[in-house]
């Protein structure tokens, strides 16, 4: 059963640096095929995909915010992190962690956790 | 970068009725969308992939289809657990990035 559980700060003050991680069981980010995204939703909005990392460490940022994020991977914990800089409070958000499959898309998705920023 | 545009934004539908939902892409995607359906408070759940797979655990009045620039998602006879907000999503090869559609919203009519 693959299971998906993001964790971090709820609140960040503006230009703070966000940390978020994403643990996971079930399968591996080792796995051919497999890579581990990240997606917000600011609240009563459309969802927003941000960055992934494949099972090779390839990694693929969203062109609007390439500049401001960061995903790694720790095969050994079962983790994926997403740092995102310069925090602004239009960035407040759910941010959801999900396993995608085949390269196309998302099958599982963490609850995900709710960001606010704020002075 | 590709965008897609899901119309309409908010469809009214009677229960047991048929309910058609539209996503357009900008440029071809070949097959590779998909359809989440989202309701308050949780998260997304995969409900078709590939234009036309249902996801496993998917009734079968759900269905994908379309290809290149064109997809529909149709809910055969809509049941109440079936309002919800509905999204699709695109995978392009080059430059290889993921987009969401801005969704649309089904209520009960």
């Known amino acids: 059963q693959i299971t998906l559980k993001e964790s971090g700060p709820t609140l960040v003050k503006p230009t703070q640096t966000l940390t978020l991680t994403c643990t996971f069981s079930g399968f591996s980010l080792s796995t051919s095929g497999v890579g581990v995204g990240w997606i917000r939703q600011p609240p009563g909005k459309a969802l927003e995909w941000l960055a992934l990392i494949y099972w090779d460490d390839d990694k693929r940022y969203s062109p609007s915010l390439k500049s401001r994020l960061t995903i790694t991977k720790d095969t050994s914990k079962n983790q994926v992190v997403l740092t995102m800089t310069n925090m602004d409070p239009v960035d407040t958000a759910t941010y959801y962690c999900?396993?995608?499959?085949?390269?196309?898309?998302?099958?599982?998705w963490g609850r995900g956790t709710l960001v606010t920023v704020s002075s | 970068e590709i965008v897609m545009t899901q119309s309409p934004a908010t469809l009214s539908v009677s229960p047991g009725e048929r309910a058609t939902l539209s996503c357009r892409a900008s440029?071809?995607?070949?097959?590779?969308l998909a359809w989440y359906q989202q309701k308050p408070g949780q998260a997304p759940r995969l409900l078709i992939y590939?234009?036309?797979t249902r996801a496993t655990g998917i009734p079968a009045r759900f269905s994908g289809s379309g290809s290149g620039t064109e997809f529909t998602l149709t809910i055969s006879s809509l049941q109440s657990e079936d309002f919800a907000v509905y999204y699709c999503?695109?995978?392009?090869?080059?430059?290889?990035?993921?987009?969401f559609g801005q969704g649309t919203r089904l209520e009960i009519k």
């Open positions: 999900a396993h995608l499959t085949m390269i196309t898309h998302f099958d599982l």
């Open positions: 999503q695109q995978y392009n090869n080059w430059p290889p990035i993921i987009t």
């Open positions: 440029q071809s995607v070949s097959s590779n």
């Open positions: 590939g234009a036309s």
